[in-house]
């Protein structure tokens, strides 16, 4: 290789190199408006507030990311471009993390932003069904056990479900641990009194404010063979026509 092309390549490397700064990172929470403030680039990188304007700094996103956020040239701000969904864009990931890119030019500096984007209780906790269909014999001893479907909810952490409760009721009590739901006789039914019940179960997440979503359990009480027949006797007098009294027996 030329030894000036190699100088060449050499002095832009390093350049580039003393040209890239640490990374500033910012935590906000999601669904903040647009033009919402972020951060003051101009003071965290100890600058005037109009060395941003004069040094034509911008922001540039990494890889394909969305550009989440811009810069408030006449403040120094980093404020809010877009809509940031954190359900949309990490699900269910216990840390939601953006990378974005700020560059200054005259002369060329490059930091890399991370954004942290906090969770905030935005969604309520959902059944996968509007009502629950359980189907129960009516010999169903006290204590047993129906399994329910869990709540689902979008948010994270303590935004998630957190408990569960039952609306009173004769027959059953609940039992709800981490993600595992039951239904407790707590009372024997009785078909012959009561053919279906139906139970109000509701899911109740642990932000503030607290959401919460409800579901209608409905039970049908099967029959069991719990009953012996019965014999109703009706006399009836024919007379002397039929030789006296006869007796009809009926079940």
């Known amino acids: 290789m030329d ?42 990188l100890g600058l005037q507030t109009g ?8 922001i540039d996103t990494e890889e394909s990311d969305k550009r989440y956020c811009d810069i408030n040239l006449a403040q120094g701000e980093l404020i809010v471009a877009e809509r940031i969904d954190r359900e949309g864009l990490c699900g269910r990931k216990a840390s939601c993390i953006l990378k974005q890119e700020l560059v200054l030019e005259n002369p060329l500096e490059l930091h890399r932003i991370t954004l942290h984007i906090q969770d905030i209780n935005d969604n309520s906790p959902e059944f996968n069904e509007k009502m629950i269909s359980l189907e129960i014999q009516e010999s169903s001893v006290k204590g047993a056990r129906f399994a329910i479907d869990e709540a689902h909810d979008a948010d994270v952490g303590q935004n998630a479900v957190q408990q569960y409760s039952l609306e009173k009721n004769d027959n059953f009590i609940l039992a709800a641990n981490g993600n595992t739901v039951e239904l407790v006789l ?30 209608i359990i409905h039970v049908t009480v099967l029959d069991a063979n719990d009953n012996a027949p019965v014999f109703s006797q009706l006399v009836l007098n024919c007379g002397s026509s039929c030789g006296g009294t006869v007796t009809q027996t009926h079940i």
């Not at 707590?186 to 579901?215: F, W």
């Open 186 to 215: 707590d009372k024997e039914i009785d078909r012959e009194n009561q053919k279906e019940i139906n139970l109000l179960l509701t899911a109740i997440d642990g932000g503030s404010p607290r959401r919460s979503g409800t579901v």
């Open 3 to 44: 030894l000036k092309i190699f100088l060449s390549w050499s002095c832009v490397s390093f350049f580039l190199l003393r040209a890239a700064h640490g990374d500033m990172s910012y935590s906000f929470p999601e669904e903040m408006k647009r033009g919402s403030v972020i951060g003051n680039i101009a003071k965290d």
């Open 51 to 58: 060395a941003l304007s004069t040094r034509r700094a911008r």
